[in-house]
């Protein structure tokens, strides 16, 4: 099996773009006997040198996540493009949860405005995004992780594809 490839070679500006808009994300993480936990994403922000990743979810939504991710650090992210099926799936295991920093909010208000955008053409309305993305400000809460392997996960032959360092 190959190294792990580090993370300022796994997101790119061109990842940096795909996974901060206009995707959907699931959070996954373990608990006890590597029971799996997942909670819909609701956005994405990634430090200007690309090392590390920040999502947001809901508290209420992902209750058990968020306590498996304090109990064992581990994370898996998946992004996926609902217009094209493009996926790309990162993992770390030093995720943290966090408090929100100054502009998180906004940014995952901005975010969950992006994704009404991309289900609009497929036929889904802006009320039922918000529906199932919406959260209120004090309810969010933020994974903090530095990704350690990345995958491609798009439907076809290269699904689970070692994303290539660039």
Known sequence: MSEPVSASTLLDAETIEFVTRRVSLTVAGRGPGNRPSSARGCGCRVTPDGRRMTVFVS???AAALLHDIEAHGAIAVAFSRPTTHRTMQFKGSDAQVLPLAPGDAQLVSAFVGSFVVELS????????????????????AAIAFTPSDGYAQTPGPGAGAR???R
């Open 163 to 165: 994303l290539p360092g």
């Open 121 to 140: 053409p497929l036929g889904h309305s802006a009320p039922f995004v918000h529906a199932v993305l919406g959260a209120r400000p004090e309810d969010l």
């Open 59 to 61: 508290r209420p939504q």
